[in-house]
């Protein structure tokens, strides 16, 4: 019973780290990307929209079955892995963090852009007239005015890393520990007829996504009444 | 944005196609372990030109599959990696119990892609690799074995630390076919047609035998298509080809 709970609470650990470390990577890398996707008026910016798009769509098979190959010693994950004596990503926390940011970036940038694109001109064009620099303008005009959006997108991102299963399937090997995060553990107990334990997981995943939805809403609503 | 027309065609064509799949009376859904994978493909396509009957497969590991049975999964017959999974399912009263038999004995090798990397014992205990790929030990016999096979050579505890683990067999390979593992314990069967790299076949010795059972589930019984593929099976035709893939048969039956 004892060995049961460690399981089950190293992989609770493991999901936890994974999705904040996504989190917080998307957050760095997704709000200058939803920034110029909300700015540009370059032709190509819904192409490039589109990109960021594609994973809502594509199968997480899809995305695993390309990252498997590129992570893997013929892949830049094998040169990457290379500089500290590796030869793959894959089966790695790394590994499952590259894929976790790649499959849940539409879902952090999509409300961050469409937050920027609802501030419109007119907040930068007052800034700017009061000589604020755009980097300055950005900071504490855009990023204030888009809060809703971050949080969207902070939750929408943690939550989506947390529901993961098929990519982490694929490129995980289910090491204990490392790349064995809680979806993949409740398939390993189903697997493993271990119903117990799986039972115990899904419906803690229930409550999970209950929470979430409903802060997401609670979020969206309080940011409706605040808006002017 | 679809005129009501279009909708009730496709309505009308996703109808007929679901129908279509019921009303083929000889036709059957088997359940395959997915290290008979290529063999079992042969198999139906020689069962299909010999009977006119349709074996449609799909593949997995043991483990779900005995799950998904007792869940009432629309399956007739079940081609197992164990025994142990179908004579459960004759316990539990969802197999015809006189049909269960061991259409397949498996064989376990260690294979690399890498030329030279595997030569035999040595090459696990020498430890020249970072990852070693298995497929999960408790829902898929292979994996069972690998790990037998590791104890018996008292090597599992030293080689643990560096053993991924795949879903079923298909993955397990998979693994050490996009190089992502250096070597793994793979199905002989899934290395039919392939010389590339380097294998050590297990001794047998070192695990348990790897007995493939095949069982004709309750919901199949009245199925001119899930028995004939079942007899297709014990016949000679089915033992040449399960033998062309690496597996061993039980004598004449």
Known sequence: M??????????????????????VILLI??????????????????????????????????????????????????WIAGAWGGRTLAFTFSGLVIGSVLYALPFVVQPIRNAFMAIGDRPLEVAATLRATPRRAFWTVAVPLARPGFLTGAVLGFAHTVGEFGLVLMIGGS?????????????????????????????????????VILAMTMIEKRSARLRP | MFSSKT???????????????????????????????DAAKEIAAAFKAKTGHEAVLSFGASGPFYTQITQGA?????????????????????????????YAIGTLVLWSKTPGLVTGVETLKSGHFAKLSI???????????????????????????????????????QFVETGNAELGFVALS??????????????????????????LLKSGAGNPAAA?????LKGPEGRAIIQKYGYDNDGPS
């Open chain 1, 2 to 23: 004892l060995e049961i709970s460690a399981e089950v609470w190293q992989a609770a650990r493991l999901t936890l780290a994974l999705a904040a470390t996504t989190t």
């Open chain 1, 29 to 78: 890398v997704g709000t200058p990307l939803a920034w110029w996707l909300a700015r540009s008026k370059a032709w190509w910016t819904e192409a490039v929209a589109t990109v960021v798009a594609l994973p809502l769509v594509l199968p997480p098979t899809v995305l695993g079955f390309y990252l498997l190959v590129a992570l893997g010693p013929n892949g830049p994950g094998g």
């Open chain 1, 175 to 211: 090491i204990p520990g490392r790349t064995r995060v809680l979806s993949v553990a409740i398939y390993d107990f189903v697997e493993a007829s271990r119903w117990y334990e799986a039972n115990i997981l899904a419906a803690g995943m229930v409550i999970f996504a209950f929470v």
């Open chain 2, 7 to 37: 909708i009730r065609l496709v309505l009308a064509g996703i109808f007929a196609m679901a129908s279509m799949g019921r009303a083929a009376a000889d036709q059957a859904n088997v359940a395959v372990a997915a290290n008979f994978m």
């Open chain 2, 74 to 102: 629309p399956f007739q017959v079940f081609l197992s990696a164990d025994d142990a999974r179908p004579k459960k399912l004759v316990e539990d009263g969802l197999a015809v119990p006189e049909s269960r038999f061991t």
């Open chain 2, 135 to 173: 497929c999960n030990p408790v829902a898929a016999p292979y994996g069972a074995a690998a790990v037998e096979t590791m104890k018996s050579l008292r090597l599992y505890d030293q080689l643990q630390p560096r053993l991924v683990e795949g879903a079923n067999i298909t993955q397990a390979f």
């Open chain 2, 190 to 215: 899934q290395l039919t047609g392939n010389d590339a790299g380097s294998r050590w076949v297990v001794p047998r010795e070192l695990y348990s035998p790897i007995r493939q059972d095949a069982v």
């Open chain 2, 228 to 232: 004939g593929f079942i007899g297709f």
